[in-house]
């Protein structure tokens, strides 16, 4: 258990109005992901960050933008929601299971699921 | 463009006998490989990972096979148990080039027949 907590767990919102995911870790990890799960397209990233303030793309961004303004909280906005953004939407993290080497492996949050009508 | 590749939606097994888990990639420059395994209404969790400076890692039941010329790995899992039921992701990146970017295929789900 990597301490991660992601809230709300499930919301139904209207097309057109904003929507804000939190991802939380309790144990002070640089890296935190955002994901999207869909059927036949597995799970595909939105965005990443790799410290306070440091964010970049995912494979698909688009409509969506994130903050992290404290290590332990990651913010997922979708500006003005829409019906494709329809989705499960799991946060993680990532911790070195070999200490000193590069490998790191992904800790999961247990998922919002998000229904835009 | 579908770096990595899960070729087969579905897989059904009987209990005890092997499954076998395939993933193609295509990016050669990928150096770590990892599976999932991922229950309804849960996250994924962490199951097993090779590096490329292998061609096998074995824990417990599983087992995964890296074949680089190929691009190809599979995850065998001996005996298969009930338990095992769910969908199993692979993913890939190159920690060694400082990317931390994982790409994921689009998962097999596995059913166990008891």
């Known amino acids: 258990d990597a301490g991660i907590t992601q809230s709300p767990r499930h919301k139904v919102t209207e097309t057109g109005t904003p929507v804000t995911l939190r991802c939380h870790q309790t144990e002070n990890h640089r890296y935190m992901y955002w994901y999207r799960q869909d059927p036949g397209h597995g799970l595909r990233l939105i965005h990443y960050s790799y410290g306070v303030k440091d964010t970049d793309k995912g494979e698909v961004s688009d409509g969506y933008s994130v903050s992290r303004s404290k290590t332990e909280d990651f913010l997922l906005t979708l500006e003005s929601a829409t019906s494709s953004q329809t989705s499960v939407y799991f946060c993680?993290?990532?911790?070195?299971?070999?200490?000193?080497?590069?490998?790191?492996?992904?800790?999961f949050g247990p998922g919002t699921r998000l229904t835009v009508t | 463009d579908q770096q990595v590749k899960q070729n087969s939606p579905s897989l059904s097994v009987q209990e005890g006998r092997i499954s076998i888990l395939n993933c193609d990639y295509t990016n050669s420059m990928f150096d770590y490989f990892l599976w999932y395994k991922k229950y309804p209404a849960e996250g994924p969790t962490f199951l097993i990972s090779?590096?490329?400076?292998?061609d096998k890692n074995e824990d417990g039941r599983f087992t995964v096979f890296l074949n680089k010329s190929a691009k190809h790995l599979s995850l065998h899992i001996v005996p298969s148990q009930p338990g095992d039921s769910a969908v199993y992701f692979c993913?890939?990146?190159?920690?060694?080039?400082?990317?931390?970017?994982?790409?994921f295929g689009t998962g097999t789900r596995l059913k166990v027949l008891a």
């Open positions: 993913a890939a990146n190159r920690p060694t080039s400082g990317t931390y970017k994982y790409i």
């Open positions: 090779i590096s490329s400076i292998k």
């Open positions: 993680a993290i990532s911790e070195s299971i070999l200490p000193g080497t590069p490998y790191y492996e992904q800790y």
